[in-house]
């Protein structure tokens, strides 16, 4: 096994990720005192906005935070992402590349599916073939493209052999892909569903309730709690006054400003995950104005960063360095903080002949602050001579539409490994390369990353393509927003963790005191 | 009379299915379609495209039009774009809470907005009309958000009452207590509106030459104000209190996301942003259907109150 690997694997097993450093980094109060013995027992209701009469209990069908709250309460991923981003192993005890990286060996945990029968390399097998169904079109599909499914086979009834279509240094990332849960074979109907996770299903009201009791047998050991509630509310004032009226003990994604409201409120905790979500701007490379990439530069050097995260996030996260993954594993830090230089900005402009330039930004309400920023920004350009038109577009299509019209766009991205955001949206044949960075040297050197087994090596090419990145992409990053949970005064165990990772919406570990 | 009803029904179909077709048109009209909107911000080109095949979203919009009707004369309202549950079963569902809370609001609006307007009426100019019309205006004014936000502070978190939402609750029956602050809202501007209405009829029938004449005949008070002044009075209020009820069984989706009350109107905002067109024909089937049948009860009702008016054609 390879050092990197074995250190996950020592990481998770004594249960710990890079948690700790982030909490240190982070202003705001953990969920009460850790001095507390854990207690079993009790009923936690949690609320998160949903799907309304369409949510599904299929577990490859995830697409909401609320339908991932509910896969990880019943189902089990092969590994999970923890805080940085690292993969941690989970169904999976431990993994080991060939020697080209284009062929994994995993093999598989001792455990069990709430049915009584074991979690074997065949149910790892017909769930995966199930997510990447050409006919199918589950979300997941395309974090498994990388998988020859039809090559890879169960050596036996443990360990599972996949053969990859090229080599892939980064493989892990792909068994915690989201939504891509273990179920048992043969499964298609997910009305009752049987899973490996630390709840069993109870009772299932799309739209409106989910519960599941523990299971005693988890391979993780037994849940804390009896039961989880997962309720449905999609207003974010509605989350709030179920949890400050008693009516839920968990609201989830709370926004900056109800955490201020409610910051000196003794009833409620609130839990803060510092750099959960990317804000910024993506400028389209492959035409004017921005495919000069000293427009591009100039906007950086416009961008009034601590304004943005003062006024759009009430102070409430951090700023960004125009690159995605701050915290992760992987992050160029030593790349010096961008900052504000107006006379730069129109030095460069100038040199493009962009001195009077006028672009269309465009926007929607597709999540909080997102119209704010973009109104902020915009000032911000304006005091560099730039001429700003805002498009605000319809919020239900606005991500489609974005990602090939128009000059820049508000952006956001919630966390995922680095290699990921490569390898979704930076290769020329990404499937979302809303900056269209089309660039055959960049692609290579990806290429490149991927087959380079020896750790150092392999930083040394993320760095080199994080400074490209900061020199001259097309993502103008600004800032990270914190992802804001509030709990009720006895909830415990709540850790802080970017959405979709291991530790977020992980209730197995939560108790009530 | 019953062929009168009839003939109203035939016409009622009619509506309703241009109210469907309509529906159909405009959700059409809005940018993207149902496989964008589930894409949400994964918009990968390739899995639009194999998700729009799966809803059959490439074939033309009339075809998927004719097949919708087709099915609806046969009774079959089709299935979720989305999630493939059957559009009667998301419409079932979402109207049990819309059921409740207008049957409720209705039962308790009835009594209150017409006594309240009787006894103003009977005190007309005198202090229990004035502090009634008072009320009535500034109540009025409030809207429904602004008075569902202020009732939730003020009853369910400051001092701790009543349940802030309805968040969980199986059925709404099954703990009145989160009915009562919805309630409350919808009750407000309904109750004044309403007031208002009977107050005027009532004083204008009071003034009458008839109430007049029964008075002149010796009738006790009591008995000309509710058995010949009211039902006069009343019929202007009738087409206001069809109005409230179709306003009210469309779902009040104010209402219903502050207290979290999964409803008709929950249900249409959620159809409409999935750009789930089954889902949206469904419920605009409802919502004309409830159309029709109030807008014909309160006719018959006004005719029966006041069978010397003409009913309105």
């Not at chain 1, 009460?32 to 949690?46: F, I, K, V, W």
């Not at chain 1, 766009?409 to 499937?431: E, F, N, V, W």
Request: proline content about 6%; overall charge negative.
């Amino acid at each position: 096994m390879q050092p990197h690997l074995s250190r996950r694997a020592v990481l998770s097993a004594a249960g710990l990720t890079a948690a700790p450093a982030l909490l240190a980094a982070c202003g705001t109060d953990p969920a009460g005192p850790e001095s507390d013995t854990p207690q079993t027992g009790g009923t936690l209701r949690a609320a998160f906005a949903g799907g309304g009469a369409d949510e599904t209990l299929d577990p490859h069908r995830v697409n909401l935070f609320a339908d991932a709250a509910r896969a990880k309460a019943v189902f089990d991923k092969l590994a999970d992402l923890g805080t940085d981003m690292a993969a941690v192993p989970r169904l999976a005890e431990s993994w080991e590349p060939g020697a080209d990286l284009a062929s994994w060996t995993v093999t598989l945990r001792e455990a069990t599916f709430h049915d009584g029968s074991p979690v074997s390399a065949a149910d790892v097998l017909y769930s995966y073939r199930r997510i990447a169904d050409p006919e199918g079109t589950f979300r997941a599909r395309q974090d498994l493209a990388p998988i020859d499914l039809d090559a890879s086979t169960a050596v036996d009834d443990r360990t599972v052999q996949f053969v990859l279509h090229h080599p892939l240094a980064e493989f892990p990332n792909t068994l915690a892909a989201f939504g891509a849960y273990i179920v048992p074979e043969g499964t298609d109907d997910f009305a009752a569903p049987i899973g490996s996770g630390p709840f069993t299903f109870a009772a299932f009201e799309p739209g409106r309730s989910f519960a599941a009791d523990r299971y005693d047998a988890y391979w993780d050991g037994p849940a804390l709690l009896d039961r989880l509630e997962i309720v449905v509310a999609d207003e974010e004032s509605a989350r709030v006054n179920a949890l400050l009226g008693g009516q839920v003990e968990y609201a989830h994604d709370l926004s900056a400003t109800t955490a201020r409201a409610n910051e000196d409120n003794d009833a409620v905790a609130l839990v803060a995950s510092p750099g959960s979500n990317m804000l910024g701007f993506a400028m389209k490379t492959d035409r004017a104005p921005f495919d000069d990439p000293r427009v591009r530069q100039a906007m950086f050097l416009l961008c009034d960063r601590e304004q943005l995260v003062e006024s759009v996030l009430s102070g409430r996260g951090r700023i960004g360095n125009d690159l995605f993954g701050l915290g992760f594993e992987h992050y160029a830090d030593a790349i010096p903080q961008r900052e504000r230089d107006v006379a730069a900005a129109q030095a460069l402009l100038a040199e493009a002949g962009a001195a009077d330039l006028s672009i269309v930004l465009d926007t929607a309400d597709v999540g909080s602050g997102f119209t704010e920023a973009a109104q902020i920004f915009a000032e911000q350009l304006r005091e560099g001579g730039l001429g700003v038109e805002i498009n605000e577009r319809n919020a239900d299509t606005y991500w489609s539409e974005v990602l090939t019209e128009g000059q820049i766009a508000s952006y956001r991205s919630g966390a995922m490994p680095i290699a990921s955001h490569i390898s979704q949206r930076l290769l020329t044949d990404s499937p979302t390369n809303i900056t269209q960075w089309h660039d055959a040297a960049f692609d290579d050197l990806y290429l490149q990353l991927q087959s380079t087994a020896d750790e150092t090596a392999r930083q040394a090419l993320y760095d080199q393509i994080q400074q490209r990145l900061h020199d001259e992409g097309g993502y103008l990053v600004w800032g990270f927003a914190d992802w804001i949970v509030g709990t009720a005064g006895n909830v415990r165990g709540v850790e802080q963790a970017p959405a979709n990772t291991l530790d977020w919406a992980r209730f197995d570990k939560v108790w009530l005191a | 009379m019953l062929a009168y009803a009839a003939r109203r029904a035939g016409l009622g179909a009619v509506q309703v299915l241009a109210v469907a077709v309509l529906a159909f048109a405009l959700v059409e009209l809005l940018p993207g379609d149902a496989a964008v909107a589930l894409a949400g911000d994964q918009p990968d080109p390739e899995a639009i495209e194999r998700i729009r095949t799966a809803m059959h979203l490439d074939e033309p919009a009339l075809q998927r039009l004719a097949d919708w009707i087709a099915g609806l004369l046969t009774g079959d309202l089709g299935a979720s774009l989305t999630s493939g549950r059957p559009v009667a079963d998301i419409l079932a569902n979402a109207l049990e809470p819309t059921l409740v809370l207008a049957g409720l609001t209705l039962v308790l609006l009835l009594p209150l907005a017409i006594g309240l307007g009787v006894a103003a009426a009977r005190h007309q100019g005198r202090w229990p009309d004035r502090l009634i019309t008072t009320a009535t205006v500034g109540l009025y004014s409030v809207p429904e958000f602004a008075l569902a936000v202020l009732l939730v502070s003020a009853f369910a978190i400051g001092l701790a009452w009543l349940p802030p939402t309805a968040v969980g609750v199986p059925s709404l029956l099954a703990e009145p207590a989160v009915l009562v602050l919805p309630l409350l809202v919808l009750l407000a501007r309904p109750i004044c509106s309403i007031a208002r209405l009977v107050r005027a009829g009532m004083i204008e029938a009071l003034d009458s030459e008839y109430v007049a004449h029964v008075r002149r005949a010796g009738v006790p008070e009591r008995r000309v104000v509710l058995a010949h002044a009211l039902p006069n009075a009343l019929s202007p209020a009738t087409a206001q209190i069809a109005r409230t009820a179709d306003w009210l069984l469309g779902g009040v989706i104010v209402v219903e996301s502050v207290f979290v009350i999964p409803g008709l109107g929950t249900a249409l905002v959620d159809a409409v942003n999935a750009r789930d067109l089954p889902v949206v024909q469904g419920i605009a089937v409802v919502f004309g259907v409830t159309t029709v049948l109030v807008n014909l009860a309160a006719d018959l009702v006004a005719f029966r109150l006041a069978p010397r008016l003409e009913i309105a054609r």
